[in-house]
């Protein structure tokens, strides 16, 4: 299946230690590639990966479920460990679902953890119906681009596929909530005070139910979902160089 220009993997060779960022549901690298060369500017050995069924077509999509998804990210995961000394894990809305997942699973193999408006739960009223629907209806209208800085595109999807939805909503998103407390390691939240795709009640969730001592949460005043593409793409990345370098000195200049 031929991709959409520009949603393909990003991958620099850097320093000895590594930082996986992982996009969203729709999604694609796109959403990530500025953050992740910024990151490789700095040093940083860096791992974009596009996940199975994402910059195809939602078609395609609707054949990928979340232990797919969660496979791409744990095969990128361990490409980083193999020559890196520390890999932190960084994901954008079911991205950090799926990174709170690897937190979970990895333990200590994860030095710290990246959340941009972050989702492991939805409030949509039409939720309740999705167990239902998904084998009948392939798709639904969906939000893309939910950016306030005009002119940027995260190549994304404009349909949910809803079976891919479906393996999301309960199947990665249960798993997620089930074994928060497992997660310990140091995390920085970063979460957009106006978000049209989800809730800053999840960030909430999560704040209240990992086990990490070192958490930080920081608002993001002028950007919405897509947060890594819009206005305060600049204070993403300072942040997350400033969290890695606190926790990795062979990170720091």
Known sequence: MPLVPGAEP??????PVGALLIHGFTGSPMAMRAWGQRLAAEGLTVSVPRLPGHGTTWQEMNKTGWEDWYAEVQRAFDALRERCEQVFVMGL????????RL??????????LVLVNPAVHS????????PFIYRFIPAFPGIRNDIAKPGQDEIAYDRIPLRAAYSMAHGLWPAVRADIAKVHQPMLVLQSA????????????IMAHASSIDAE????RDS??????DYDAPLIEER??????RLAPAARP
Not at 123 to 130: F, G, I, T
């Open 217 to 220: 949460e920081v608002i993001l």
């Open 123 to 130: 409030e949509r009223k039409d939720r309740h119906l999705l």
């Open 103 to 112: 937190a979970e699973d990895r333990g200590d193999q994860v030095a710290g």
């Open 93 to 100: 809305s079911m991205g950090g679902s799926l990174a709170l």
């Open 10 to 15: 990003y991958h620099h060779e850097g320093g």
């Open 194 to 205: 106006v978000d049209h795709v989800v809730e800053k009640s999840n960030s909430e969730w």
């Open 224 to 229: 919405f979902h897509v947060a890594t593409l």
């Open 240 to 245: 997350s160089l400033d969290f890695v370098r």
